[in-house]
């Protein structure tokens, strides 16, 4: 019943709030297109459930083929264009995912789905995390919400983010993996929106 009302729930909140931002949305993907040269979105390969790889859909917050320079994003990275430091502090630049969510690839809630050059590094126990869809949020996106502001002052932000910070993140997939429910779904959801206008 629950993966039913969570599916459910997914499609008509994810169609409603694209309908709802619909000018909002259209302006900034106009803006991003006319702030710098390249495409309104950012497609980039992740790893769902069952170890399945999609593409995940952002508005483009970065300056064309940066992502040959790095996976990470750090403190003030000079990749990030005008706009694209505006969306991505209030989370805009995820909006995208919502047809991610519609199409089956993702869920609102769960663990966020990694690209595949740091899920080699999973251990067995960590893998259990690839069972469910990830999602746009859940108890790690929350606790890193300014997670490039802490890799930023790493000397070295990819072998912190390897070594720390994404064990810690796996680990609290792996919480909300045994604890999840249609009603903590709500309240993470609530909690997201709470950390990104504060």
Same mark, same amino acid.
């Given at each position: 019943? /629950? /993966? ?13 709030? %694209?309908?709802? %931002? $619909? ?20 497609? #980039? ?9 999609? @593409? ?14 790095? #996976? ?13 430091? $505006? ?17 089956? &690839? ?11 050059? @740091?899920?080699?590094? /999973? ?22 919400? &300014?997670? #490039? ?11 912190? @983010?390897?070594? #720390?910070?994404?064990?810690?993140? %796996?680990?609290?997939?792996?919480? /909300? ?7 903590? &779904?709500?309240?993470?959801? $609530? ?8």
């Amino acid at each position: 019943m /629950y /993966y039913i009302a969570k599916r459910c729930f997914d499609i008509f909140s994810s169609l409603i709030v %694209l309908t709802l %931002l $619909f000018p909002l949305l259209f302006i900034v993907g106009l803006w991003i297109v006319l702030d710098s040269e390249g495409g309104m979105f950012y497609r #980039q390969k992740r790893i769902g459930k069952n170890g399945r790889a999609f @593409y995940l859909l952002k508005f483009r917050s970065m300056r064309p083929n940066s992502d040959k320079s790095g #996976q990470i994003t750090v403190g003030n990275d000079q990749r990030v264009t005008k706009i694209g430091k $505006f969306i991505r502090k209030y989370k805009i630049d995820e909006f995208p995912q919502l047809l991610n969510v519609i199409k089956g &690839d993702m869920s609102i809630v769960g663990p966020r789905p990694e690209v595949p050059e @740091y899920t080699r590094y /999973y251990t067995d126990e960590q893998k259990k995390v690839l069972t469910i869809l990830p999602g746009l949020t859940d108890y790690a996106t929350l606790e890193y919400i &300014d997670e #490039q502001v802490i890799l930023g002052k790493a000397e070295n932000p990819e072998e912190v @983010y390897i070594t #720390q910070v994404m064990p810690d993140k %796996l680990q609290l997939n792996l919480r /909300y993996l045994e604890e999840r429910s249609f009603l903590l &779904d709500i309240k993470l959801i $609530f909690r997201t929106i709470r950390k990104i206008i504060r």
